[in-house]
């Protein structure tokens, strides 16, 4: 059965969000006592010992521990080992010089995950949406032990069963969200067909079929409405609530192209028989970034991060899988003779190599990412020639990319 996420607003009583954030806080500062001892104990002995024993014996000794659920505090214990691989490995390629992983703010709010167990939902009307009830700590000063809430998701999506369930802060928006990661009945297969999918800004997606034929999606409706916003944003305070609201409304636009593309991609997969979609890994975006561009890389990479969950979430419903491979090297690549030469890429749009290939650049791409998953290129053994790309551009209605009407209508797409 397939897992997907799904993403819920939270509507809790102000009181109930106080507790909710208090709880969060919490997280934080388990999650900063967890490091604090670390980092002593590593001044003291040279050594990390992250073992989970060692980890519970440090939390017997951090009483914000008992404000939250017990098994949410494992999971904040496993975010701060996570934290510390994340850190090693870093260290190892020399791309770090601090000497451990850094704090979270005071007023950081760590996310709350629930795993099987701690939470209850109970579904209300359709309008309504759900009802959650989530327990806290066992030993909070205000004796709350647990807190309810109702939650409303994009309506239409049915799931059998909740596997987990966690409570964030949306720094876009400024709210509380949850998300839900929810079992789902799929649709039976469409067919053995297969596809590659290569990801990019000029060309959202260039996705080659087993025939040899293309797809292109235009990137250049989705650049506008992120060029736009940008350029708004950058007028206004960082996280001010003006801020907020613009960077919420360009992120309602840019889901809602995404979404359009996404669809109309899927429904040509299922006509096609297609069961399965392999699309790069976004590693290719990483390539030749140093620690400090990480963030700005991640702020860059949103966009294909949505995508490829949207591919992968719509896609399940469809019976249609989504499977990620690496895409490192494949925009540089010669689909014919398999030379990878930088200065192949791209002239004109075009993929040329000197023994003659040529073919439109992001095509060439999701030739080699389709060849990479399964071992055989569609086009070799044929005529080696690629058959003219469909080209498809979305872009959103006449309201062009200032105000959309209703910013948060999903139905149109969906
Ligand atoms: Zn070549």
């Excluded at 850094?102 to 709350?112: D, I, Q, T, V, W």
């Excluded at 109309?264 to 392999?278: D, I, N, P, T, W």
């Excluded at 690496?326 to 190599?353: D, I, M």
Aim: net charge positive.
């Amino acid at each position: 059965m397939p897992l997907l996420t799904l993403k819920a607003q939270i509507h809790a009583a102000p009181e109930v969000e106080a507790l909710l954030k208090e709880a969060m806080r919490s997280a934080t500062k388990v999650y900063n006592g967890l490091l604090w001892h670390l980092r002593e104990a590593y001044q003291k002995t040279g050594r990390v010992d992250l073992s989970r024993k060692n980890l519970n014996r440090i939390l017997k000794k951090l009483p914000r521990a008992k404000d939250y659920y017990s098994m949410s505090v494992q999971l904040t214990r496993e975010e701060v080992r996570e934290a510390y691989q994340s850190f090693f490995a870093l260290k190892k390629q020399g791309k770090t010089r601090h000497q451990a992983p850094g704090f979270r703010r005071k007023e950081y709010l760590s996310p709350l995950k629930y795993v099987q167990s701690g939470f209850k939902i109970a579904s209300l009307t359709k309008v309504e949406g759900d009802r959650v009830t989530v327990s806290l700590g066992t030993g909070r000063k205000d004796g709350a032990r647990q807190v309810s809430f109702r939650i409303a998701h994009r309506p239409g999506v049915r799931y059998e069963r909740v596997r987990q369930l966690s409570i964030v802060y949306d720094k876009f928006s400024g709210r509380l969200e949850a998300r839900l990661t929810v079992e789902v009945e799929a649709a039976p297969r469409p067919g053995e067909g297969r596809v590659a999918l290569d990801l990019g800004e000029t060309i959202l997606m260039a996705a080659v079929f087993d025939d040899g034929s293309a797809y292109l999606y235009s990137g250049r409706g989705l650049k506008a409405v992120r060029r736009y916003w940008q350029k708004v944003r950058a007028n206004l305070k960082r996280g001010s609530r003006r801020w907020r609201e613009v960077a919420h409304r360009e992120k309602l636009q840019v889901d809602h192209l995404l979404r359009q593309a996404a669809l109309h991609f899927l429904r040509e997969c299922a006509k096609r028989g297609v069961g399965e979609v392999v699309v790069g890994d976004l590693s290719g975006l990483r390539e030749g970034l140093d620690y400090g561009e990480v963030l700005n890389q991640r702020l860059h990479a949103w966009p294909y991060r949505k995508l490829v969950e949207t591919l992968r979430y719509k896609g399940a419903l469809m019976g249609i899988a989504v499977r990620e491979v690496e895409e490192r090297q494949t925009s540089v690549t010669c689909h014919a003779c398999g030379k990878a030469l930088p200065s192949n890429r791209r002239h004109r749009g075009f993929y040329a190599c000197s023994c003659g290939w040529r073919a439109q650049a992001d095509v060439n791409g999701a030739l080699n990412i389709y060849q990479r998953a399964f071992q055989v290129s569609p086009v070799k053994g044929s005529s080696g020639r690629v058959a003219r790309p469909v080209v498809r551009s979305f872009r959103l209605g006449w309201h062009g990319v200032h105000e959309p009407k209703r910013g948060g209508d999903s139905s149109r797409a969906s």
